[in-house]
């Protein structure tokens, strides 16, 4: 049964980010004169249809889609219908106070916002957007101003332009009051695609930093985890990747098509490892790295552990440090008043 439904409302955004998956998908749709948004109603239909399919939660990202002027009408109706409702977002829009007073006062609302570098300067040319560092921090605080207390989290794509301050960044989001961030190795596709070598870095060129930023998260205790990192590049943390927290089955409604089950295309086509890896006792539980890294780059980097295969992730070391949480998947903010260090 599907959990989770991932909605595109559309693409019209407020930034033009460096990394961004679905520029290349936006600059078509307008090349051949189609619109780049989704109607109120079509919105709505994926809404009833998700729901129709059972799921528990869904997903509402863009584009960006609070600068929509229909944004609280479909949180209000998906909330309706009993959803959780996970919103990615820059954060821009919460820089007006009512905006982000409105969006708090719902329970079911989590926010994942996303931070790209602790230097303003840096964070505006990620997002070639002049002071959205200003808008979107200012956002977060008024956020949190407004009591939405753990359901905001943070979001950072990492790139060659803000690796060496991922730990920095950690405690800029620690002082905004974030408890939770996922950091997510970026995905070659879009804008990213077309910056490859200017944004794409080498696992082997970002291994100790992303070390540094564990050890500055458990430090802050925040809640942090990373996408689409090979977990040999987690060595004794390799529970922080956050594959281990998605959802078993996130149905993906794009603009451009529907995937029924993006979680099996996720694991099986989208990700890739070396040959050497079935040697690995990590290999059933490791995603690898995204095909257009290997193509990018290559696989030798990726270094298989020896031993016998682990099947489950609770027999890792690392899950007593940050354990994988068995319920309330696809949530990457803390859902709990406790952090999970707490809940040890
Ligand atoms: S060697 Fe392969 S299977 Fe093992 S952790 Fe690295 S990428 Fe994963």
């Not at 600059?27 to 109607?39: A, F, P, Q, T, Y």
């Not at 964070?123 to 921090?137: E, V």
């Not at 008024?142 to 950072?156: A, E, F, M, S």
Request: glycine fraction near 6%; charged fraction near 25%; charge should be positive.
């Amino acid at each position: 049964m599907v959990d989770t439904v991932d909605i595109k409302t559309g693409y019209s955004c407020n930034n033009d980010c460096y990394h961004c998956v679905i520029a290349d998908k936006r600059r078509e749709l307008i090349k051949n004169g189609r619109k780049v948004d989704r109607s109120t109603e079509e919105v709505i239909h994926h809404i009833n249809e998700a729901t129709m399919e059972g799921a528990e939660s869904i997903v509402l990202t863009g584009g960006e889609i609070t600068i929509r002027g229909d944004f609280f009408q479909l949180v209000e109706y998906a909330l309706s219908k009993g959803l959780t409702v996970i919103i990615q977002t820059n954060g821009k829009m919460f820089y007006y106070e009512e905006f982000a007073k409105r969006i708090a006062s719902y329970d079911k609302v989590h926010l994942t916002v996303a931070l790209h570098s602790p230097k303003p300067e840096v964070h505006d040319r990620i997002t070639g957007s002049k002071n959205s560092f200003k808008q979107t921090t200012e956002g977060i605080r008024n956020l949190k101003k407004h009591g939405i207390g753990n359901r905001v989290g943070g979001k950072i794509v990492m790139s060659k332009m803000n690796y060496k301050d991922l730990p920095e960044l950690i405690k800029l989001a620690h002082n905004l009051g974030l408890m939770s961030v996922n950091i997510a190795f970026p995905h070659a596709m879009g804008n990213a695609q077309l910056n490859f070598y200017d944004c794409v870095p080498k696992y082997s060129e970002i291994k100790n930093y992303i070390l540094k930023t564990i050890r500055k998260s458990l430090e802050l205790k925040m809640y942090i985890d990373f996408e689409a990192m090979p977990l040999c590049f987690l060595p004794g943390y390799e529970t922080f990747a956050s594959e281990f927290r998605l959802s078993e089955h996130t149905e993906l409604r794009d603009l451009t098509h529907i995937d029924p089950n993006y979680t099996k295309t996720r694991k099986t086509k989208a990700k890739v490892k070396d040959p050497k890896c079935t040697r690995c006792k990590l290999y059933l539980l490791c995603e690898g790295c995204w095909d257009d890294y290997a193509e990018g780059y290559d696989t030798t980097e990726l270094t298989p552990i020896p031993g016998q295969y682990i099947r489950d992730p609770r027999m890792l070391e690392s899950f007593k440090i940050h354990p994988v949480p068995i319920y309330k998947k696809n949530i990457n903010t803390v859902t709990s008043e406790k952090t999970p260090f707490q809940l040890k």
